[in-house]
């Protein structure tokens, strides 16, 4: 079956902003998307996985090894053998981590006794084996396991899984963006893990009752398997891979005046966040979605989306959550800035 294309999804627009983000940029640290069952979450995160563009592997790798990136052992061991890797174009693919996974079902385990007898690292990969290169998704993110989490948070900033077992030790790189889901009305996550988390969306039904209807109304369409209705977004999702493509190629030429870092870092001290994450996620942030607009310095907008992104979960109440005096607070954060006024969309 097709999957329902991300360009289609109406409303939802900061869900989409906070992905994309991470899809430019996965230093950020991936998105947690809070709110409750029902809210299209799940259907938001395999469609941003389809509009991804594709990633060279190494061509038989089971760890994904990407080209420009550090490769596994086993990569390793076939170059030093005298092969010449070759590469494969591979879709990005959403890998879920059940609920009930043990650690080993996710850092992947090792076979002491082969090691032991014939000094051979025999390795069973967990799903952060299968998580390079691609989305790792944590339906309820609350409900797991706190040492899980942990070691899933460390990975997520390293890149590299590291499973050591009584002297042995088998490392291979697993760099993902990770995307968390809560229905906060089940439990919290402890403060220190929310903190890891690059991202945070409250997602909610739409109340616009115009915007209901348009959802409404897509949904139907989708599932009539209208041809054109699929050749149509189709091109836009298109259009839009190729715009991440180039996203990523502008990245590194975004830059911040010092003026925009001093108020970033004045503005999340005021509001009395701990920690350097949140400013360091802000900033990130508005760089990446500049990118994503295609604009060399973020202007007003990417500012202000950066900010809702990033702080929500490192504070007790969100500052600037979608109401009249949210947005008060955020515009009179933004007047501080003296930030370009938006020229372009996303
Ligand atoms: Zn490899």
Sequence with gaps: MRSFPFSAIVGQELLKKGLLAN???????????????????????????????SKESVSGCRFGCMKGSSLCGECRARESGGERLAYESRAVEVVDLPLNASEDRVVGSLDLSAALRDGEKRFEPGVLGKSNGNILYIDEVNLLDDHVVDV??????SGVNVVMREGVTYTHPSRFILVGTMNPEEG?????????????VEVTGERDLSLRRQIVERVLEFERDDPEFHRKWEREDKALRERLVAARGMLSSVELSVQV?????EVVADLGVAGH??????IKCAKALA????????DEECLADAFRLSLPHRLKEDPFEET?????RLDAVLSRFGAQKPAKQY
């Design 152 to 157: 899933l948070l460390d990975v997520a900033v």
């Design 324 to 328: 009249a005096s949210g947005r008060r």
């Design 188 to 200: 919290e996550l402890r403060p220190q893990l929310l903190d890891r988390f690059g991202l945070c």
């Design 261 to 265: 870092l001093d108020a970033v870092v």
């Design 23 to 53: 899809a430019v940029d996965p230093s950020i640290g991936g998105v947690l998307i809070r709110g409750e069952k029902g809210t299209g979450k799940t259907t938001a995160v395999r469609a941003f996985a389809a509009v991804l563009p």
């Design 291 to 298: 990118a994503v607009k295609g604009i060399a310095l973020p």
């Design 277 to 282: 994450r949140g400013d360091i996620t802000i």
